[in-house]
């Protein structure tokens, strides 16, 4: 199965990528290089949301639900004439479940590396959020994934392919940094190379990200 990181690389991520940055009114590149840093660390943000039963039947409802993926039946008609404040309202909303109280230092960090303010990667987050869920259920029904258990492993899989294998060890640090399960602990400090004992990884974001 191919990575999230893959997906960004193909068609239908260059049609995301372009409607994204059109929609938000920010440069392309710089939207692309929020969406390649932001994508992996929400996906692994869920996933480990769902690895406790009650968080992964939550998503699969929803992914059943509302994030089916038929959004992306429609791209063109999402990005024509600016996205519907509903798209972004729930947008804000799958954030705010995901990361939490880490939300805004993610969108400062991602900020920071790809040249953007914070608010303009919310914004793009915002629209982001609801496409890569409807990528999530998509690729629920190609699957047949049917039970809470066996979305663990597609977001494992979606993490792990074969362009995310050192992104997949990088993001494992950044979402636990001292090691007590909790998202994203620590990001500023870890992405911007603070914390030395890590080994540096803020030198390895930018090597991945293409940051300096």
């Given amino acids: 199965m191919s990575g999230i990181l893959d997906l960004l690389g193909s068609d239908l991520g260059k049609t995301i990528i372009n409607g994204v940055a059109g929609s938000t009114g920010n440069d392309t590149n710089k939207t692309s290089s929020v969406l390649t840093m932001a994508l992996p660390v929400l996906m692994?943000?869920?996933q480990r949301n769902a690895s406790t039963s009650q968080g992964a039947e939550g998503l699969m409802s929803a992914l059943n639900g509302k994030h089916d993926g038929s959004i992306l039946d429609n791209l063109g008609g999402l990005f024509s004439g600016g996205v519907d404040e509903d798209v972004k309202t729930d947008g804000s909303k799958i954030l705010t479940h995901v990361l939490g109280a880490k939300q805004s230092g993610v969108e400062q960090v991602i900020g920071q590396k790809s040249g953007l303010d914070?608010?303009?990667v919310g914004?793009?987050?915002k629209v982001a959020a609801p496409i890569l869920m409807g990528v999530l259920?998509?690729?629920t029904r190609q699957q047949n994934v049917s039970s809470s258990n066996g979305i663990g492993d597609l977001l494992g899989g979606l993490l792990g392919g074969n362009s995310a294998q050192k992104e997949q060890?990088?993001?494992e640090s950044i979402l636990d940094a001292d090691g007590d399960?909790?998202?994203?602990?620590d990001?500023?400090?870890?992405v911007l190379g603070?914390?030395?004992k890590k080994g540096g990884l803020g030198g390895l974001l930018g090597g991945l990200f293409g940051g300096k």
């Fill in 123 to 125: 914004n793009i987050l």
């Fill in 187 to 190: 990001v500023a400090g870890m």
């Fill in 169 to 171: 060890s990088f993001l």
């Fill in 137 to 139: 259920g998509k690729q």
């Fill in 181 to 185: 399960g909790s998202v994203i602990d």
């Fill in 194 to 196: 603070g914390d030395k």
């Fill in 118 to 120: 914070a608010g303009s």
């Fill in 44 to 46: 692994k943000a869920m």
